[in-house]
Each structure stands twice: as structure tokens, then as C-alpha cells.
């Protein structure tokens, strides 16, 4: 599976943005994707996974303790997309992103990456 990850750019804090998450293949819908970032300095860190399926829900969705309430991940299998809607942007945000995809969303089994997509928060 090969990923693409886009959407990122610069924005003001209390902004918006929506990543994007495409993948090849024909098997989308038994993907789980997920979103992780690393800031400069800092260790990788999970944000937020979708799991394999017809849709996103509440239950077949997770996210970071960091970002609930202000992210919302989704999927069109019809456009092999994943994407992830952040609103209500702050500085700690910033970070390169990238959606990862595997069996389930366990870390141990995302085993295709795409390159990151920057995403930066002014203050």
C-alpha cells in the first residue's frame, strides 16, 4: 500500500485545516489509517486511527488525549481517503504529519507509511 498525506500549510492559531490520507490499492476498505506527528525535537506521537470499515464512527474511531474534541479523522472508501479535520488549531500542533496504514490500529501493525505533510500553527 502506498500512501500519500497532504492538506498542510501554515495557520493561525484557533484555525483550521484538513489533512488527507490517499491510498493505492484495491482493498481500502479493510485498511485501518492513522495519523501520527512528530515536532521538531520531540518523539512520534499517535494522534488518531480509523478503523478498517464501511465508516468512522464513535466506536471504530480513537484519538490522542491531545486532540479530542478538536479532531475529527474520517474515510471515504470510494476515493481511498482518509482525512483529518483539525479545528481550533494551537502552536503545539505544529508538527510534520503522517497517516500510516495496517490491519488494525495498533501500532505493531501499521506497517506502510507516507511522507509527512508539515503542518505549522502561528501564535
Known amino acids: 500500500v502506498q500512501l500519500q498525506a497532504s492538506g498542510g500549510g501554515l495557520v493561525q492559531a484557533g484555525g483550521s485545516l484538513r489533512l488527507s490520507c490517499v491510498a493505492s490499492?484495491?482493498?481500502?476498505?479493510?485498511?485501518?489509517v492513522a495519523w501520527f506527528r512528530q515536532a521538531p525535537g520531540k518523539e512520534r506521537e499517535w494522534v488518531s486511527c480509523?478503523?478498517?470499515?464501511?465508516?468512522?464512527?464513535?466506536?471504530?474511531?480513537g484519538y490522542a488525549s491531545s486532540v479530542k474534541g478538536r479532531f475529527t479523522i474520517s474515510r471515504d472508501n470510494a476515493k481511498h481517503t482518509v482525512y483529518l479535520q483539525m479545528n481550533s488549531l494551537i502552536p503545539e500542533d505544529t508538527a510534520v504529519y503522517y497517516c500510516?496504514?495496517?490491519?488494525?490500529?495498533?501500532?505493531?501493525?501499521?506497517?506502510?507509511w507516507g511522507k509527512g505533510t508539515q503542518v505549522t500553527v502561528s501564535s
Open positions: 500510516a496504514s495496517g490491519a488494525v490500529c495498533h501500532t505493531y501493525a501499521l506497517h506502510d
Open positions: 490499492g484495491s482493498t481500502f476498505e479493510k485498511l485501518a
Open positions: 480509523v478503523a478498517a470499515g464501511v465508516r468512522a464512527s464513535a466506536g471504530t474511531t
